[in-house]
């Protein structure tokens, strides 16, 4: 599904601007149960106009991407349903932000996904505790939090962390190694009473 949107700009400077006014659409992309077929949930996600989309967010500001994010939450909640949103650590760490967050009316009906938690493996420990702050904050607004892309050299990092998420999405490259996803998902189990592995 695609949805054609305008851009509502929240306080950014006017490189920023120029960056958002890249976006065509969302795409609403389905989360379906596998035994009923059901489409339980979308993850928002954006196409961008003659760009790699990896490439072009992670060129994208802090305040760009929590633009971007406020933009997305406030349109999913004119839609019904469930609606997953992205969002980098470094948002998670920064108690503004965080606070920002907090004054949203989620409903029940916002999930966020912690898109880079790879970017933890080079956090300081004062960073680490200011992510895991985060984290607490906002489960205690109820918040659903995920993370996603989690691999084998994330996991122990993972498990050390005071991190109460409702979930973890296990990275598709590592369906690659047979021998050792096995493990990786017991381990994330072990933090997390649900597990999806991508792929």
Excluded at 4 to 31: T, V
Excluded at 106 to 115: A, C, G
């Amino acid at each position: 599904i695609y949805c054609e949107c305008s851009i509502k700009i929240y306080k950014i400077n006017g490189s920023d601007i120029n960056m958002l006014r890249e976006i065509k659409e969302f795409r609403l992309q389905p989360l379906v149960e596998l035994h009923s077929g059901k489409i339980i949930a979308h993850e928002i996600l954006s196409s961008v106009i003659n760009k790699d989309p990896e490439q072009w967010f992670s060129s994208l500001s802090k305040e760009t991407v929590f633009s971007l994010f406020l933009w997305q939450a406030e349109y999913a909640l004119t839609l019904s349903g469930i609606y997953w949103l992205n969002l980098p650590v470094n948002i998670f760490c920064d108690v503004i932000k965080v606070n920002e967050i907090l004054k949203i009316k989620h409903e029940n009906r916002l999930v966020l996904e912690i898109q880079d938690p790879k970017m933890l493996l080079n956090y300081s420990r004062n960073d680490i505790y200011a992510f895991e702050k985060g984290i607490y904050l906002l489960r205690q607004a109820e918040w659903i939090i995920w993370l996603d892309d989690i691999t084998s050299s994330l996991i122990s990092l993972v498990g050390k962390m005071s991190l109460n998420v409702d979930g973890i999405k296990i990275d598709r490259q590592e369906i690659r190694y047979p021998k050792t996803i096995n493990t990786l998902i017991s381990r994330a189990f072990s933090i997390s009473p649900h597990v999806l592995v991508e792929g």
